[in-house]
């Protein structure tokens, strides 16, 4: 795990500027659970997610362990046995708790981690009152982005959960529904075959995935303007999308038949009509929004079926290069992808729902894993994953940049997670130059 921060940038702010970004994010995690009860932040709906309540507690160990521990002299645990129990996956600091039974720990009860939250946060600004150095302040600026990687999976795992309870309760039961339009007719967008520099640019904060920067051939292809809509989708379905194994990876299809799925998660349909689970609840589905909760194996199947195929990761930071970071964030309170608008240009590249790309997580040429603890953060999941890229709905916006590499296992849908289609060479259609 590496950060490329910006050491003159840091020097010009220190330490107010970092304490402030460290109580903004730390601050937005505890408005995510406000409207949550005890009992809400106690369940786990599946493997793969975790407790709301143990999110609190893991990104506060993390402060705790990379840097209270190593760093402040004559340093106190709040609780000396938080160190394995609240450990996700770091094997150089020892066992852990299988992550299914997270859902057990009834103790140390929600209001003894909210106390052991504002213990590390005092110390954490105790130290940086008297230690600002270069290595703890990187170290501060990986803790608050692996802070807002859990504050999307707060979100992603409490609709899950509140999905699998049979009242279905809404995460934003006040709030209004953004206002519905239709989308724009789909274009292409053509980019020359070339050699390119990808990867982070050095210019601020990365995960050690992101580097080396380094240069790639690519060759011509165009891009869709904006992300495939649920409109489109249940085209797809209707056409027997999902009892057509000729459209289906092979493992894909098998998880097709063993899951019994006929739509994206999420779905249900009461005789002509369909409903999408949402934040804010059971909703109509709004035939113009772009699909999510879809798998990468539904992706995969979907361009297939489309006459197009998935881009590669480089192929969508190419496309993604000359476009500024905005759109439907995390900050907007939403939680919910919204329709493109109607300008022209790429659309939605940022924002609304992370985009499966067809590239395998694997590491770029001349990637050294870090050393120490940190090197456990990325590397040792470069197996039988695939990539996302552009950030979602859910994303902080602050957290968002061109080179960000999400990954997720192919079947995996609770994500925010949609698709935008490709094609090799100057697709002709209604191609835009």
């Not at 989308?183 to 210019?203: I, K, Q, R």
């Not at 699909?291 to 496309?319: I, K, N, Q």
Request: proline share 7%; charged share 20%; glycine share 6%.
């Amino acid at each position: 795990m590496t950060t490329a921060p910006n050491m003159q940038s840091m020097s010009l702010s220190l330490p107010h500027k970092w304490m402030e970004r460290y109580g903004k994010v730390r601050n937005q995690t505890l408005r995510l659970v406000e409207t949550l009860a005890p009992d809400d932040q106690m369940v786990q709906s599946m493997p793969e997610a975790s407790p709301t309540k143990w999110h609190i507690a893991h990104t506060t160990w993390f402060f705790e362990t990379f840097i209270l521990k190593p760093y402040m002299r004559d340093y106190i645990p709040f609780d000396a046995r938080f160190t394995g129990l609240f450990n996700s996956y770091y094997k150089r600091l020892g066992d852990h708790p299988d992550r299914t039974i997270r859902s057990t720990f009834s103790r140390p009860t929600l209001d003894q981690i909210f106390l052991y939250r504002n213990y590390v946060d005092k110390d954490i600004r105790n130290l940086l009152d008297h230690d600002a150095s270069p290595r703890i302040l990187q170290l501060l600026e990986l803790g608050l982005n692996h802070e807002q990687q859990h504050q999307e999976l707060i979100i992603t795992d409490i609709k899950h959960a509140f999905w699998t309870n049979p009242l279905r309760p809404g995460y934003q039961p006040n709030q209004i529904r953004s206002v519905e339009w239709g989308a724009p007719s789909l274009t292409w967008h053509c980019f020359n075959e070339g050699v390119y520099e990808v990867g982070h640019d050095m210019g601020g904060f990365a995960f050690d995935n992101e580097l080396p920067r380094h240069l790639t051939y690519i060759q011509p292809f165009s891009m869709a303007s904006r992300l495939v809509t649920n409109k489109e989708y249940l085209t797809f379905m209707a056409d027997g999308g999902y009892t057509r194994p000729e459209l289906w990876l092979s493992d894909a299809w098998d998880h097709v038949c063993a899951h019994s799925w006929t739509a994206p998660l999420y779905w249900e349909q009461a005789g002509d009509e369909w409903t999408q689970f949402t934040c804010r609840g059971t909703l109509p589905l709004n035939l113009s929004e772009p699909v999510c909760h879809v798998s990468f194996y539904e992706a995969d199947a979907f361009a297939r079926w489309a006459g197009a195929r998935l881009p590669t990761e480089f192929e969508w930071e190419v496309a993604a290069d000359s476009i500024g970071i905005s759109g439907n964030f995390l900050e907007d309170e939403n939680y919910h992808p919204r329709p493109a608008g109607t300008q022209a240009g790429l659309q939605q590249i940022f924002g609304d729902t992370w985009e499966w790309t067809a590239s395998p997580y694997s590491a770029y040429p001349g990637y050294c894993v870090p050393e120490g603890i940190e090197g456990e953060y990325n590397g040792k999941f470069m197996c039988n994953q695939m990539v996302l890229r552009g950030g979602s709905c859910i994303t902080p916006v602050s957290h968002m940049r061109k080179s960000y590499r999400n990954y997720f296992p192919p079947h995996m849908r609770w994500q925010f997670s949609g698709i935008r289609l490709a094609h090799d060479g100057r697709f002709h259609v209604g191609a835009d130059s």
